[in-house]
Nanobody, 121 residues
Framework: QVQLVESGGGLVQPGGSLRLSCAAS????????MGWYRRAPGKQRELVAS???????NYADSVKGRFTISRDNAKETVLLQMNNLKPEDTAVYYC???????????????WGQGTQVTVSS
């Protein structure tokens, strides 16, 4: 099993910044990707940003130019730097990883418990 522990959420005013971090632990042989999803009240979960181990990065259009995802492959962590936050960024943010537990094992998706980000004046 793989565990993901997130930190860094909170309350921030519009235009402010927050940084989310997530550390993976457990039975990990290989990580294909790590990233962040979010779920706003009354909305479906959506991808915010993801970064594959080969470096390919993907962002939601709504956060391009404001959010930056980074990974430390050796430490199996992922960070999300969020700048110029807007009220519409308010959501629960979930860390995820696609990882394999052993040589030849299938890759599975794992999720953190979520951290609340609230953007309000």
């Amino acid at each position: 099993q793989v565990q993901l522990v997130e930190s860094g959420g909170g309350l921030v005013q519009p235009g402010g910044s927050l940084r989310l971090s997530c550390a993976a632990s457990g039975r990990i042989f290989s990580i294909y990707a790590m990233g962040w999803y979010r779920r706003a009240p009354g909305k479906q979960r959506e991808l915010v940003a993801s970064k594959r181990t080969d470096g390919f990065t993907n962002y939601a259009d709504s956060v391009k130019g404001r959010f930056t995802i980074s990974r430390d492959n050796a430490k199996e962590t992922v960070l999300l730097q969020m700048n110029n936050l807007k009220p519409e960024d308010t959501a629960v943010y979930y860390c995820y990883t696609r990882a394999a537990g052993g040589l030849g094992s299938a890759y599975n998706d794992y999720w953190g418990q979520g951290t609340q980000v609230t953007v309000s004046s």
